[in-house]
């Protein structure tokens, strides 16, 4: 194998020269890193990444752990999720480790890839309203960043879309309508975001002056098949809702598929709205409405508020391994989104879109 010091040789330069023009520390020339890393390059050299991580204490690696059962991780939403952050992770120069764990041993993974030096640095999504992942890695002081905050708020980098205003835009859009039976179907409520949009969408109709019926809400859905099934329940009530909002599309998908076994046309005699926008929503019988949110460039955005994170705390600066404008995909996030919670704090509040189609 070509090591620094056959490089050296080849280029009359010291071994910490080579090392450094590699690593592109700015006390070395431009023309001296040219040279060193195309002669790298023509011998075939391939850094030794392993004693690279252990000389600087890191591992270059973020850590997502998943639960075994795929209810709820199943869904188009995270795939598109977990590619955003895989894709950003490795333009700076990291690998994405996924690990599985059953409820029992959640915790225990955790403490095993920390303790083992695993990774760097963990990834959350779907947080609890009370999370004890948070809990875990807040008091063992390891560095994570969440899609989505907790009950308490906390003092952790998380980035969260604005649920509440997006229930508003919700029922904002079927009240203008003509809608007054109003249904929904959601997630359970120990997940911190079906809870605020539970309330958040119950609070905006009252200001609106209707009140969402007890029997008009069916919680613990995540599947397009439990979507259905919630749907013909709510269709099979005496007085039956005009409107059905899923709380993801999947569900919202399910409730138009319930309504057309029911013999109702989608947008005219039930209108269904969902949220998340997956790429499959446009392209529906009939189009979904929806509530956008650009789930692949969050995810993205969530390593970069991780890396910042550790950087920071190593008095260093992220910098991507390539420009980012150049990777095909990588979308700006869309001018009616707004960060609204602090930057300093590392916690970013989104504010999402409807996109109104023909399902309502």
Not at 8 to 28: F, K
Request: aromatic content about 8%.
């Amino acid at each position: 194998m070509v090591t620094l010091k056959d490089i050296a040789e080849r280029v009359n330069r010291s071994v910490t020269t080579v090392s450094r023009a590699l690593s592109g520390y700015s006390d070395v020339s431009p023309e001296t890193i040219s040279v060193v890393r195309e002669t790298a390059e023509e011998m075939g050299y391939v850094p030794n990444t392993l004693a690279q991580r252990l000389q600087k204490r890191s591992t270059d690696t973020i850590g997502i752990v998943l639960p075994v059962s795929s209810q709820g991780y199943a869904e188009p939403f995270f795939s598109e999720f977990l590619a955003g952050i895989g894709e950003t992770a490795s333009l700076f120069g990291y690998d994405l480790l996924v690990a599985y764990a059953h409820d029992s041993n959640e915790i225990a993974i955790y403490r095993k890839l920390i303790t083992g030096r695993r990774v760097d640095g963990f990834i959350l999504s779907r947080t609890l309203r009370q999370d004890p992942r948070i809990e875990f890695l807040t008091s063992a002081g390891f560095p994570f960043c969440a899609f989505g905050r907790v009950e308490d708020a906390g003092d952790f980098p998380y980035i969260e879309e604005d649920g509440d205003y997006a229930m508003g835009l919700i029922a904002e859009h079927l009240v203008s309508r003509g809608h007054s039976r109003i249904a929904c179907i959601c997630p359970p409520q120990s997940i911190m975001f079906s809870h605020v949009r539970l309330e958040s969408i119950k609070r905006h109709l009252k200001r609106l002056g209707i009140t969402l019926a007890p029997d008009m809400v069916k919680i613990g859905c995540f599947t397009q098949k439990e979507g259905y099934d919630a749907a013909i329940q709510l269709l099979d009530n005496p007085r039956p809702p005009t409107a059905v909002i899923g709380f993801n599309d999947l569900i919202a998908f399910g409730a138009i598929n319930a309504g057309k076994d029911r013999g109702l046309k989608i947008g005219k005699d039930l209108a269904v709205t969902g949220f998340d926008d997956i790429p499959m929503a446009a392209h529906y019988r009939p189009p979904l409405t929806t509530i956008r949110q650009p789930i692949r460039k969050i995810g993205g955005m969530v390593v970069e508020l991780l890396l910042d994170y550790i950087r920071s705390e190593n008095g260093d600066q992220a910098q991507p391994a390539v420009n980012p404008d150049e990777i095909a995909g990588q979308d700006s996030i869309p001018r009616g989104w707004m960060e609204t919670a602090s930057r300093q704090n590392r916690q970013l509040l989104l504010r999402p879109e409807l996109i109104v189609r023909e399902s309502t």
